[in-house]
């Protein structure tokens, strides 16, 4: 009886939940059909595919993502590198300055992105450099290593270390028993932590908005482009991105379920 | 076995090795010659563990040298050493399957694919883990995990093998079997086996010579009968199972005659009396004594009078409590041979052979 009464409540809770979070992304999906030229992409005029039928129409919207997508690639890759080191020789190692490194770790995420931005920008002008693309990579490598090494050494505590000495004694020198059992144990970690980098790089606004010069991003484009109305087509790449994004996350939890079926299956 | 004039399989020479705040391990000396089943037993934290790991090239020693079959081995790289070990908590690798764990070191060593194929699966036959082959190393039981790390270990033909613990995860019946496999196994391949333990029973059961080792230091060596029967010190007769111990006054060196403090006689082996003077300490395991009522007459040279506090019958034999004049509790074994049995409160006479005792320093 108690079930029945109170049984819809945990439902409905979930849903609203669920259209708290999902209305603004529905919102950008719908309007990506809406039948508009120019101006504000607020008001709904009509359903249309025209847009996602030439995604290509604004050129700075393509050479923004572009932008974008290289700078994440390029500062996910380096901090990842870095960050999987950094981790590795904070977990195995006591030297001196290891307890500093891992409160300096934890600056960049403690740090508001405002005053990192400015900070750096006041470096770079110290420093006499020029502003550009270089500047936002490096940037973003800074507060990816963080988040990097975060994520890395979560994976290596709790790793067993008599695996590496397994290895040694099994006639692996030092880069063969990383290569063959440390870099295949911590590569779940390794892969989180450049894809978490990756989507924090393309996604930052402020930090690069101080240290871009002329350079423009994609979130650059299109916070300039909201005052004056944001093109259709932004919200067609947005769309393009969310889906890909999803399907993405589908495809691996059908590949780690299917693998963890497989491990059962004695 | 004379190690003298053979080359032996493992030689520490005054090896040391002191970590920031202890030193785990002193000055030792050991020679292990081919082909032994040697054990290292010890309580935890006797550097029994730390001297195999020093051997395998996992810890450098502060002094000294470790040679193997003769050749200064101390500095090299574990992957230099023609060693291998079966670690404690196996160390399989998660990610590779049966065959490629067993594989793994012959394929460092770039041995050619048919040659790995042949020696894995002869391995994974002798451990009768052929029907593994393909599984992941979560999928086996603790035992077969055990003997996928002594099939990976004893594939690339090592020349000592070294065993940490390697029977201590597993269950009290699984143990024995294995005990009985490993050395069936170290027979079938005849190499050197150095095998690292606290467990006692163990250590006696597989081992042609057992080191004892406490506090850094090896406090006797030689084969299972002669250390449990001669113990030497009292940590290793405490350790090597129950004994009880008195403290006697020598009256007559050359027949090997002692007082007790209540000048009760008893006798020991007078070649076990060199050295020691005025007071000894000897002792007697419990299973040597035997136990008769108080009015027996036919009595070996050793006897002593008392009371039983304690019996517990546990089948195959029955433990009595002795409470002696002038010593205090005794433990005795009695076999169940007859069916007369003491009950706590009856009085008895304890009585054994001289041969039987042994003196500790």
Known sequence: ?266 | MDTRTDIPAVELDGVTKEFADFTAVYELNLAIGENTFFALLGPSGCGKTTTLRMIGGFEDPTTGVIRLHGEDVTGQKPYQRPVNTVFQSYALFPHLTIFENVAFGLRRRGVEDAEVKRRVNEMLELVQLTPFIKRKPKQLSGGQQQRVALARALVNHPRVLLLDEPLGALDLKLRKEMQIELKRIQQEVGITFIHVTHDQEEAMTMADVIAVMHQGRIERMGEPTEIYEDPRTAFVAGFLGASNMMSVTVVDRGSGAVALNGGTRLHIDPSKLDGGDGTVRVGVRPEKLRIYPIDEVSLPPNVLQGTVTDASFIGVSTHYLVEADHIGEIAVVAQNLDDHHHRPGDPVKVGWLPQHCFVVA
């Open chain 1, 1 to 266: 009886m108690r079930r029945s009464r109170s049984g819809w409540v945990l439902p409905a809770y979930m849903w609203l939940v669920l259209i708290y979070l999902f209305l603004p992304v529905f919102v950008v999906i719908a309007f990506s059909f809406n039948d508009i030229n120019r101006g504000f992409n607020v008001v709904w005029q009509g359903f249309t595919i025209r847009h996602w039928l030439d995604p290509f129409r604004v050129p700075d919207i393509v050479e923004s993502l572009g932008t974008s997508l290289v700078i994440a690639f390029l500062s996910a890759a380096v901090a990842t590198v870095l960050g999987t080191l950094i981790a590795l020789a904070l977990v195995r190692y006591r030297f001196r300055g290891r307890s500093t490194t891992n409160v300096f770790l934890f600056l960049p995420m403690a740090t508001p992105e405002v005053v990192l931005g400015s900070s750096l920008l006041a470096l770079f002008i110290t420093l006499r450099v020029a502003t550009g693309f270089w500047t936002i990579v490096i940037a973003h490598i800074l507060f990816n290593i963080s988040y990097a090494v975060v994520t890395v050494r979560a994976r290596i505590t709790g790793f067993d270390r008599h695996l590496e000495e397994a290895a040694m004694d099994l006639y692996s020198d030092e880069w063969n028993t990383f290569r063959r059992v440390t870099l295949p144990m911590i590569l779940p970690g390794v892969l989180a932590a450049f894809m978490l980098g990756f989507a924090l790089s393309f996604d930052d606004f402020i930090i690069t908005n101080f240290n871009s010069g002329t350079v423009q991003t994609w979130p650059m484009y299109v916070w300039g482009a909201s005052r004056r109305g944001i093109p259709p087509q932004v919200n067609v790449w947005a769309t393009a991105i969310f889906i890909l994004t999803t399907v993405a996350m589908f495809v691996n939890l059908r590949i780690q379920g299917r693998r963890a079926a497989r491990s059962a299956d004695v």
